[in-house]
């Protein structure tokens, strides 16, 4: 059995954590994650109103009785969300932990620790990380460059960025960014981390409410089928390589190029019907490098299973075997 501080803060059985994913975070998912033994959180903002998250997570918890989350990402735009309400929702829904990303949250984490609710924040610098930890967090969620979504402007990979995230920070701490097997999970907790959080990993499982050509298409991927788009608004974000990404990439290296340019191709309703539809180069898609060593489309008991009992035979028998033979030649 893996112990760390994050298994036993967050009253779970493993070491791992479903971030927020927006359109895959759904209940089935969620309850599936925490059922495995981890923790899983439904994504606040996938559900078109602070109503109907109500809902959602009144039926996660019939499908579950472990220990579960709501993600909400704060992100500067024209017309915000109704963040408030959407916290109320989550509060109000009974949710114990949190997990809080993007721009300016100390609102939010005020409010969710006013009523004894545990908050997990997502960042891409160590920075960030001691600012949050300032606020009151109790977990630091730490994104390394090889991450879907938003992986900063830092470019730092997770190989130096953990590290120097455990070097300083305080509260147990979660790593992301190419995190898909028990390697990967080994690799963590040999970096300082507490954990790990999967996002693109758990898109490919057969919980996951996404069509079959999404999850065949990373599968079939490897690890440089990416893009990295808006690089040159600094905004950066890791997507899967497809017709739009390659479109919206070849407008910003012409130079010059503004949101406007490129927001016909990136519009999260094109993103949404492309899903649906099962057009996998029908728009934007978040994906990370991690597709390079996803190789089937497991249950996500499957999955977490294989990860531990492959984490712990590296522990146990490879790394164990290392020490034993290292002592004994120096005998």
Known sequence: MLK???????????????????????????AAVANAG?????????QPNPEALAKEIARCRDMTDKPFGVNLTILPTITPPPYAEYR?????????????????????????????IKVIHKCTAVRHA???ERMGVDAISIDGFECAGHPGEDDI????????????????????????????????LALGADGINMGTRFCVTQEAEIPE?????????????????????????RVMKNAVSQEVVAIEK????????????????????AMEHGDTDGGIWSAGMIQGLINDIPT??????????EAEEIIDGRLAQMVHRYAEAAQ
Do not use: C
């Open 157 to 188: 990979p997770g190989l130096i960025l953990i590290p120097a995230a455990a070097n300083k920070v305080k509260v147990p701490m979660l790593a992301s960014g190419g995190f898909g097997d028990g390697r990967g999970l080994v690799a963590a």
């Open 254 to 273: 012409r130079g010059g190029a503004k949101f406007e340019d490129v927001q016909h191709l990136v519009a999260g309703k094109r993103g949404l019907a």
């Open 38 to 46: 981890a923790l899983g959180f439904i994504t606040a903002l996938t």
């Open 300 to 309: 996500v008991k499957e999955l977490v299973d294989r990860i531990v009992a």
């Open 88 to 116: 109320r929702a989550i509060i109000e829904g009974g949710v114990k932990i949190v997990e809080t990303a993007g721009y300016k949250p100390q609102e939010h984490v005020d409010d969710f620790k006013a009523h004894d």
């Open 130 to 132: 001691l600012s949050a």
């Open 213 to 237: 050509s999404f999850k065949q298409k990373m599968v079939e991927n490897d690890e440089r089928a990416t893009d990295l788009i808006f690089r040159t608004l600094h905004n950066t974000a």
């Open 4 to 30: 760390t501080r994050f298994t036993e803060a967050f009253g779970i059985d493993y070491p791992i954590a479903q971030g927020g994913m927006q359109w895959v975070g759904r209940a089935p998912l969620v």
